[in-house]
């Protein structure tokens, strides 16, 4: 029998991991705007339970406040003529059974706890609320909003984006958090800022009850910090100005004499840092953060130009599309007002429901799957779903001219906190998925169906490109070269959203049913 239940709790135990794993994978509520939304009808259920329990306490509270009146009102009678009181044989007989009865309720009253209901009302929910690989995440894109934008994160704290104020800012709690999770990935440098940060907010504020947090555990953690940065001094003017609070503290005298002792001895406590790129403070800004922070030169090109094109089909004889010629190697182009609002609107409310976290086509795993580099949620339509899927692909084929049988479906996308996708290739350049049958990739069509306040750019780092979005525009590029071999010029990443949601909708063209409309060249 024992050892039946415990077969019971395991299989619990596992249902439970399982339910969690599940729902890190199809929750990943920052990778997505319109994922996010939900979590703020959530958290307005989460204070009506709040506000329930105030009121609960507040009801206890008047009934005890109304109950100390009359008590004191009938034990100041009594005390006043004590003699006279107690020898009346009713007084006594009341206070009698108020002291061996009443007390008692009184004590199981008290021990009565309020809020039990509330507090199942929010275990309840915990399914749906975010996760610690959630907060991971969170981190993980305000951090790279910062580093690829090259933010100050004293800046960031008291919502300075990118020289704009907004009205908003972060809590030591927020701080502290960053600063936790940047130290466990090894990010030291970012630790140490967000932790300094974290001190700053704690002279000025004050954390209301129950959320507290001690200046000196603060302290320590910023000590440990610099300590692993190789910054023994100022580990140990940390930790002097942490004494002086706590003069006593045996963990922190204990820190002292760590400090002091490898100062002398001049041991290192320096850690190795990651090669990530952004874990250098001081390095200079990459092709691909240039980009986006818009740093690259204006095209000179004379042959770049704009104008009606109404030759790529028969259709735009009648209905003519504008077109930004952007680039020539690889030919890029930018469609202007070619998705109404209505349509937009339409494709977001298509979408939604089905948003899935975006993964990305492994080679070596012959698999999609979800990876860092790959921040947003996904809804894919097939070409027939109704008859806007139906317009839009024969728009595409208008811009584009190409058949698009055998091409892949709709994508529909949206871009949550940081939201961005690295740089990558849209070919495959290999035969171990579905291009063995239709083709690479021989274009990409990707329509913008939102304006992004800041940030959400598509770079092309190798030629110096970057396309801001613009509601209702499309770009289209070839990914092959006209011998269709891949063209590694068409290397391109989207840029962290900074402020904003960003909705876009993309598609594939494969290259196998254009052998008519553009023929393999030789080299």
Known sequence: MASFKWLISLMLLTCQVLRQVHSVEEASH?????????????????????????DELEKKLDTVRRSIDSLRLENQKARSTTVDYLSNPLNSFSLIRRMNRDWLIWQLYMEDQVGLTQADKIQSLREEMPTSTDVEEAVSALDRIQVTYGLKVEDIAKGLLNGNQYPVSLTALDSYAMAQILFDQGRLYGASRWIYQTLTWMENFKLAEPFLLAKDEVRTFYAETLLKLNQKADALKVVNIALTDKPHDIKLLVKKMEIEALIRTGTSNQQ???????????????????GCRGMYPPSTDSKLLC????????????????????????YMVIYHDVLSTAEIEEMKEMATPSLKRA??????????????????????????????????????NDMTGFDLSGSEMLQLMNYGLGGHYDRHYDFFNTTQNSSALTGDRIATVLFYMSDVEQGGATVFPTIHKTVYPQRGSAIMWYNLKDDGEPDELTLHAACPVLVGSKWVCNKWIRERAQFRSRPCLKK
């Open 359 to 396: 993964t990305v086509f492994k080679a070596s795993e012959g698999k999609n799957t979800v990876v860092k580099t790959r921040t947003s949620k996904v809804a894919w339509f097939p070409d027939s779903y109704n008859s806007l899927t139906l317009r839009l692909n024969a728009r595409i």
């Open 272 to 290: 190795p840092q990651p090669t990530n790129p952004l874990s250098n403070p001081n390095s200079h800004p990459t092709l691909y953060e240039m």
């Open 307 to 330: 104008r009606y094109n109404s030759t790529t089909t028969p259709f735009l004889t009648l209905a003519p599309l504008k077109m930004e010629v952007v680039g020539l190697n690889p």
């Open 30 to 54: 920052c990778t997505s705007v319109a994922g996010m939304v939900k979590l703020l009808e959530l958290e307005d259920q989460l204070i009506q339970n709040l506000e329930d329990y105030a």
